[in-house]
């Protein structure tokens, strides 16, 4: 009995698989409301992640300088004046405010209607 190539046995389960994933490749609905909350939510909470990243290496960069300054003064160690840089801003802890949502009975008014002309 014969085999089959691999590159035949290959081109068979990659169609095969094509087929038969055909149907989740398809449109998936609008996200909810609630989902667009939810998602605007985390990504303001992965923004204040990143401010409190950005705070703490900011803070362990003056303890590194600090202590590089004082082993060079013990030391007798001749240093230049650490370059002036913004301070370390905290970000404080996560509040998060949704945006004010808009009336939906003013987002579906109808649009005024023109005056109709006049008669002669």
Excluded: I, R
């Excluded at 990659?14 to 449109?27: E, F, H, I």
């Excluded at 939810?38 to 703490?56: C, F, I, L, T």
């Amino acid at each position: 009995m014969k085999t089959m190539p691999v590159a035949v046995a290959a081109a068979a389960l990659l169609v095969s698989t094509t087929l038969l994933m055909a149907p989740a490749w398809g449109k998936l609905p609008p996200p909810s409301d609630e989902a667009k909350a939810k998602a605007a939510e985390n990504a303001a909470k992965a923004a204040w992640s990143g401010k409190v990243e950005a705070y703490k290496l900011c803070k362990s960069m003056d303890a590194t300088a600090a202590h590089y300054y004082a082993q060079a003064k013990t030391a007798g160690k001749e240093v230049k004046p650490p370059v002036a840089t913004a301070p370390c801003a905290d970000p404080g802890p996560f509040v998060y405010t949704p945006p004010a949502a808009t009336p939906a009975a003013a987002a579906a008014a109808p649009p005024a209607v023109a005056a109709a002309p006049a008669k002669k």
